[in-house]
Structure formats: structure tokens, C-alpha cells
């Protein structure tokens, strides 16, 4: 069974520090990807940043950078230079070999709040 | 142009009726899907269609029947609501491709369902 798992219900950081996200997940496939979305208060979803599991190198998408921990089975965004629009949900999730369809794993999410 | 787009976006309704949210994408996506968020924040996958063809149903209640009259449209009914379909309902698309792809799954803006 897959599982995805976000340890941190809320978190606090001030503007324009880096702040870390964490996600750890659980599969039995070989081959999988990992995304992270971010869901503000308005609702919708947004994809964030994707890492395959053969990648070699940790995905960065402007200041988003996922920190792929194979060995650990960790996946932990961070935000680096954090902005008063970055206060949101985010969720981790992942999509296993076995999910082809294209079927999402979602973590419990994390809260984070950005303070100015 | 809204690259997944459902309505309504708000609904309230009465137990008892029947309802339907209604979901177009315009990426050319051959993937749709619909997940559910409870009021936890957990999101879960309810069904998948690959070019109109039903390909994961979640053990979701017969009561929602998802209709996909092409591949640009996925359409959820729901009969006989009941309090505990309160939830934000969330169509999505995709590409069809291999999980190492990367083929990122785009979700609409969510349509908040109360029943009373």
C-alpha cells in the first residue's frame, strides 16, 4: 500500500526566511513520482513541483526546491525567501507505477503561515 | 482561459436531492478524474476516466455516477444527497503517460457542496 505522510499540521515562518516542508512516504513500487501543491485559502489546487524517483537531481522550480531523500523516503519542499502570498495549504503527494490511471496519494497537509 | 473549469462552484442543496457538477478542460488532456475533500482537508481520488472510459472507481457510493461525454468532459451526478457528501469536489486532468513522466495532474477550483 502507498502512503504519504506530513507530520507538521501548521507552520509558522517569518517573510523572507526559507522554510521546510516535510513529507515522507511509503511504496513498494519501484518507480514513482512525487508532487507537491500548494492550496491557498481561495480553494484551488496548484501544482508546485514534481520529482521523479530516478531522478538524479533534486527538481527546483523558481523557489521551490524538493529535497529527495531516496534512502529516507523523503520529500521535503522547501520555499526559500518565503513571501506573505506563500500562507497556505500544501500538500504532498505521490503516484506509484501501479497508478498509471494517474491516481494521487495525498498527504494530510501542512498549514503555513507566513508572518511579516 | 481557465485550463480546468467546473461549476458550480458553490452549491447548497437539500438531503434527498439530486445534483450534478459539471467539469470541461481545455489542455487536451486524455485523463480526467474527480477527488473529493472532506472537511479534514483530505483529498482523495473518487474516479478516473481515460478517453471516456471508466478506469478507477474508488469505492465511491452508487449514488455518484460520473458521466464523460468526450475526453474534454467529466460530469459527476449525485442522488439522494446525504449530509456526509458535504465536501469540496475537485475534477482534474491529465495526460496519459508512464508515472516517470511527470505527467502532472491540473485540478479545477474545486466546487463546495453543502447539503443541509
Known amino acids: 500500500a502507498q502512503k504519504i505522510t506530513q507530520t507538521q499540521p501548521g507552520m509558522f515562518v517569518q517573510e523572507k526566511e526559507a522554510v521546510t516542508l516535510d513529507c515522507t512516504y511509503d511504496t513498494s513500487d519501484p518507480s514513482y513520482g512525487l508532487f507537491w501543491y500548494k492550496q491557498p485559502s481561495s480553494g484551488e489546487m496548484i501544482f508546485l513541483i514534481y520529482?521523479?524517483?530516478?531522478?538524479?537531481q533534486n527538481a527546483t522550480e523558481g523557489r521551490y526546491s524538493l529535497n529527495f531523500q531516496k534512502a529516507r523516503k523523503s520529500a521535503n519542499l522547501v520555499i526559500s525567501a518565503s513571501q506573505l502570498g506563500d500562507s497556505a495549504m500544501y500538500f504532498c503527494?505521490?503516484?506509484?507505477?501501479?497508478?498509471?490511471?494517474?491516481?494521487?496519494?495525498f498527504g494530510q497537509g501542512t498549514t503555513l503561515q507566513v508572518k511579516p | 482561459d481557465t485550463a480546468v473549469s467546473q461549476t458550480p462552484k458553490y452549491l447548497v442543496t437539500q438531503m434527498g436531492n439530486d445534483k450534478s457538477i459539471k467539469c470541461e478542460q481545455n489542455l487536451g488532456h486524455d485523463t480526467m478524474y474527480w477527488y473529493k475533500q472532506d472537511s479534514k482537508k483530505f483529498l482523495k481520488i473518487m474516479f478516473s476516466?481515460?478517453?471516456?472510459?471508466?478506469?478507477i472507481n474508488e469505492t465511491v457510493p452508487n449514488r455518484f455516477s460520473p458521466k464523460s461525454p468526450d475526453k474534454a468532459h467529466l460530469n459527476l451526478h449525485i442522488n439522494s444527497l446525504e449530509l456526509g457528501d458535504s465536501a469540496v469536489y475537485f475534477c482534474?486532468?491529465?495526460?496519459?503517460?508512464?508515472?516517470?513522466?511527470?505527467?502532472?495532474?491540473?485540478f479545477g477550483e474545486g466546487s463546495w457542496l453543502t447539503v443541509v
Open positions: 520529482q521523479g524517483s530516478y531522478d538524479q
Open positions: 503527494a505521490m503516484r506509484g507505477r501501479s497508478s498509471n490511471t494517474g491516481k494521487l496519494i
Open positions: 476516466y481515460n478517453n471516456k472510459e471508466l478506469i
Open positions: 482534474a486532468s491529465s495526460v496519459a503517460g508512464t508515472v516517470l513522466d511527470g505527467n502532472t495532474i491540473y
